[in-house]
């Protein structure tokens, strides 16, 4: 029986990232508020009449979805890896099929944003569009970085693995 469990214990694990997505979404629109109110701060520090340029914008950008989406993955991946260590010592849980189904759930919300934005790219100027790929580039990163970070966590061992320490 207790082999039978121990193929299947991955499933507590996937139910459990499946109920954290949703409060890691809260705390994803909180980042971004608290990153808002910090970007204000420091305009208002910059000066009252200083506008930012295009670096700054594509900066912001960049640090708005990275951060963004960082804190969303992080949060869905690791309140249940945490929860568990912390209250559940005996339950050993495979959460690498969690970790594959948060790649694919953030792949395809990456690319549905992506493939929208590009739509109709006769609306976009040069500057707009950089933006766009600076976006995108902070999503994906965002996104793969914490499951990077929890497969390092649950100890998993690959060779590709030491190409990111």
Not at 13 to 29: D, H, S, T
Not at 49 to 68: A, C, I, K, P, Q
Request: some cysteine; glycine content about 8%; hydrophobic content about 55%.
């Amino acid at each position: 029986m207790n082999k039978i469990l121990n193929k299947f214990n991955f499933i507590i694990g996937f139910i459990a990232v499946l109920i954290a997505i949703w409060p890691a979404k809260i705390l994803e629109n909180l980042a971004r508020f608290l990153l808002g109110i910090l970007q204000n701060i420091f305009y208002y520090i910059g000066g009252p009449y200083v506008t930012g340029g295009y670096l700054d914008l594509f900066y912001e950008s960049l640090v708005m979805e990275f951060v963004g989406t960082a804190v969303h993955c992080g949060a869905a991946i690791f309140l249940p890896i945490l929860f568990f260590e912390k209250f559940f010592k005996k339950i050993k849980i495979n959460w690498i099929p969690s970790i594959a189904f948060l790649f694919l759930w953030f792949l395809f919300w990456g690319f549905k944003i992506t493939s929208m934005v590009w739509t109709s790219p006769e609306d976009l100027d040069f500057v707009d569009t950089i933006q766009i790929i600076v976006m995108v580039i902070g999503y994906f990163t965002g996104f793969i970085s914490p499951l990077i970070m929890a497969l390092k966590h649950i100890g998993f061992d690959h060779p590709l693995m030491n190409k990111f320490s």
